[in-house]
């Protein structure tokens, strides 16, 4: 009985648009009768006990979780992970805890992340692309701007391309950690009210905030409100690549736009790096690819991994320049024994 009584009760909530997820668990005021945080803490809990039971319910006699994807697994083009959801392993938290949400994450989530590691004898090798989305964003936008806070600008003299957006909000309360939290979820559509939860501002103000970001960074207004609408209205958007992706609505265009950006990048940077790895005779395996993200197990020494990583984050350059992009491409990586060494 309480189980239909739940479905139900979820079923109505997700009628009104409502999620429960730790991004609005974490918005707990803290002021909060206590019962509540202890109830967002056991969620939190739960979820992650959940996980753990998952993985190792996938986990075969060798010890290893062969996960499953589909190499375009969304209408963006991204890859889509599931036996587990490999691109949703949480990440070790940083910074201060603020909530009851904060506390499991500082708690847990960096020891669930070293979880997943390489045998004896191998290291794990992490290389990731480097602000991909902005860098996407950057080209699509013809923004001379953003590309030089993006390439050349540094966070000690407050020109890096966070402090660009902070600055560009029109608040002097907003932090560069806040406008770094706003771009990410501006890019994926986050109506008024999530950003006024972000920027800790009103309705009236989050909208103002938003107006006076578009209006201040270099070929946003115009993407959009001209050409973003044209796009939804023609139904398609034409990829880095050539290929014609198609656009289920107006609020999901821009998202999926960066998101496809970062996709084929990835795919063609990949093609690159696996040839030349295979050619150079270096024993890897690609053990995980969430998203702008490669995990590969080498089997060898460090002066290999080391090499290998070289030849990825060269792979991710080269690929910006066979796109023709206006933002130069870059990569970083990190070698280790386990996931929470290498992201």
């Not at 949400?101 to 045998?119: C, I, M, T």
């Not at 690819?289 to 080391?306: M, R």
């Not at 023709?324 to 060494?341: E, H, Q, V, Y």
Request: glycine content about 10%.
């Amino acid at each position: 009985m309480t189980e239909n009584k739940n479905a139900d009760r979820g079923k109505k909530f997700a009628k009104y648009g409502w999620t429960l997820s730790e991004a609005n668990l974490s918005t707990l005021p803290e002021k909060a009768p206590q019962g509540g945080k202890r109830l967002t803490e056991w969620l939190t809990l739960e979820g992650r006990r959940s996980s753990l039971v998952e993985w190792l319910g996938h986990c075969g006699d060798d010890l290893r979780i062969h996960g499953r994807f589909q190499g375009i697994g969304a209408w963006t083009g991204r890859m889509a992970h599931r036996a587990p959801n490999q691109a949703n392993i949480p990440s070790e938290f940083h910074g201060k805890p603020k909530s009851a949400v904060d506390e499991v994450k500082d708690k847990y989530d960096g020891q669930f992340r070293a979880l997943w590691s390489v045998p004896e004898g191998s290291y794990l090798v992490g290389t990731d692309a480097e602000g991909i989305q902005l860098r996407v964003l950057s080209h699509i936008m013809g923004s001379e701007e953003y590309v030089h806070a993006i390439v050349s600008g540094k966070k000690e003299d407050e020109t890096d391309i966070h402090n660009l957006n902070r600055k560009a909000l029109g608040m002097s309360h907003v932090t560069r950690d806040m406008a770094k939290t706003f771009i990410y979820a501006f890019l994926l559509g986050a109506g008024t009210g999530k950003i006024g939860q972000i920027l800790k501002v009103n309705m009236r103000e989050a909208g103002q905030a938003v107006e006076n970001f578009l209006e201040s960074i270099q070929g946003l207004s115009n993407l959009k409100k001209n050409v973003i609408p044209h796009i939804a209205a023609r139904g398609w958007f034409k990829g880095l690549d050539g290929r014609k992706v198609k656009v289920p609505s107006e609020h999901k265009t821009l998202a999926g736009m960066l998101q496809n950006g970062e996709s084929v990048i990835m795919k063609h940077a990949a093609l690159q790096w696996v040839k030349e790895a295979k050619q150079k005779g270096i024993d890897f395996k690609l053990v995980t690819w969430p998203h702008d993200e490669w995990q590969t197990e080498v089997c060898g020494n460090y002066a290999t991994a080391e090499e290998l990583g070289t030849m990825q984050r060269q792979s991710i350059v080269d690929t910006g320049v066979k796109f023709n992009m206006d933002c130069p491409l870059a990569g970083s990586t990190d070698i280790g024994k386990n996931w929470r060494d290498t992201h």
